[in-house]
């Protein structure tokens, strides 16, 4: 049975001598594994569609195990984020997320938008570092993970939050920082983004602008909260930190 699902390609895999399999996340059934034989010949017409980050229309063969890519056809390549070395490392932070932080066959249609617009918008130009904090924050609830955004995590006072705590998993209100001392004190601006970074959609952004202080503190709270919750250890989040590292400014 032939099966046509909208996909993105998040995984590649070289198969023996010729073939991939491609993981792609698809809007009709979430992640799934189809094989594309031939794709790593140069003449065949599976070659393009199969390379990561590819948004497109696939049709393939339904079996018990993988199924079988048929034909493709793409919708969009994310030109500039092929062609651009720290573009294309922050696509490979979001899309491996996407893949490590997903199980087999759970469809999640607002998922797959974030991800097809989170994609399209860096490609597009629009801050990465912004682009990547909103994913990041979104996918804490995909994970299972979500911190308490909406009020003091310890007493449930919905007060001005002073802090946020990797601890108690959320902001903590004034009067609840002797919970604990290494929590990370907040400007209201940073509190203010948190929450809607988790809450926005992506389509209602607009422009944002952020001082490289602003980035730096909700860079390393976001970070340290997956540290300590998430299990995950990413060769693409590495690379990225590594190319940080190397001091190019970031737009």
């Given at each position: 049975?032939?099966?046509?699902?909208?996909?993105?390609?998040?995984?590649?895999?070289?198969?023996?001598?010729?073939?991939?399999?491609?993981?792609?996340?698809?809007?009709?059934?979430?992640?799934?594994?189809?094989?594309?034989?031939?794709?790593?010949?140069?003449?065949?017409?599976?070659?393009?569609?199969?390379?990561?980050?590819?948004?497109?229309?696939?049709?393939?063969?339904?079996?018990?195990?993988?199924?079988?890519?048929?034909?493709?056809?793409?919708?969009?390549?994310?030109?500039?984020?092929?062609?651009?070395?720290?573009?294309?490392?922050?696509?490979?932070?979001?899309?491996?997320?996407?893949?490590?932080?997903?199980?087999?066959?759970?469809?999640?249609?607002?998922?797959?938008?974030?991800?097809?617009?989170?994609?399209?918008?860096?490609?597009?130009?629009?801050?990465?570092?912004?682009?990547?904090?909103?994913?990041?924050?979104?996918?804490?609830?995909?994970?299972?993970?979500?911190?308490?955004?909406?009020?003091?995590?310890s007493c449930g006072r919905a007060d001005?939050?002073?802090?946020?705590?990797?601890?108690?998993?959320?902001?903590?209100?004034?009067?609840?920082?002797?919970?604990?001392?290494?929590?990370?004190?907040?400007?209201?601006?940073?509190?203010?983004?948190?929450?809607?970074?988790?809450?926005?959609?992506?389509?209602?952004?607009?422009?944002?602008?952020?001082?490289?202080?602003?980035?730096?503190?909700?860079k390393t709270i976001i970070s340290s909260?997956?540290?300590?919750?998430?299990?995950?250890?990413?060769?693409?989040?590495?690379?990225?930190?590594?190319?940080?590292?190397?001091?190019?400014?970031?737009?």
């Open positions: 049975m032939m099966q046509k699902v909208e996909g993105i390609v998040i995984r590649t895999t070289d198969y023996g001598e010729s073939n991939k399999i491609v993981t792609l996340y698809t809007r009709e059934f979430g992640k799934i594994g189809v094989m594309a034989r031939g794709a790593k010949k140069p003449k065949s017409r599976l070659t393009a569609v199969s390379q990561l980050f590819i948004h497109g229309t696939f049709l393939f063969q339904k079996s018990s195990g993988l199924g079988t890519l048929q034909q493709a056809e793409i919708i969009d390549s994310f030109k500039d984020v092929r062609h651009d070395l720290f573009l294309a490392a922050y696509a490979a932070y979001i899309v491996e997320m996407t893949d490590k932080l997903t199980d087999e066959r759970q469809p999640n249609p607002a998922l797959f938008d974030l991800l097809a617009k989170t994609l399209h918008y860096i490609d597009e130009g629009m801050d990465r570092d912004v682009l990547l904090y909103i994913f990041e924050m979104k996918m804490l609830a995909v994970a299972g993970i979500r911190p308490e955004l909406d009020q003091c995590a001005e939050p002073a802090a946020f705590s990797v601890k108690e998993a959320g902001f903590l209100c004034g009067r609840c920082l002797y919970r604990d001392p290494h929590a990370y004190r907040l400007t209201t601006q940073v509190a203010r983004l948190l929450r809607l970074f988790f809450y926005i959609e992506l389509d209602r952004l607009g422009q944002i602008s952020l001082k490289p202080e602003t980035k730096q503190q909700m909260y997956y540290d300590e919750y998430s299990g995950l250890k990413l060769k693409s989040k590495r690379f990225l930190e590594q190319l940080e590292r190397m001091d190019f400014p970031s737009s």
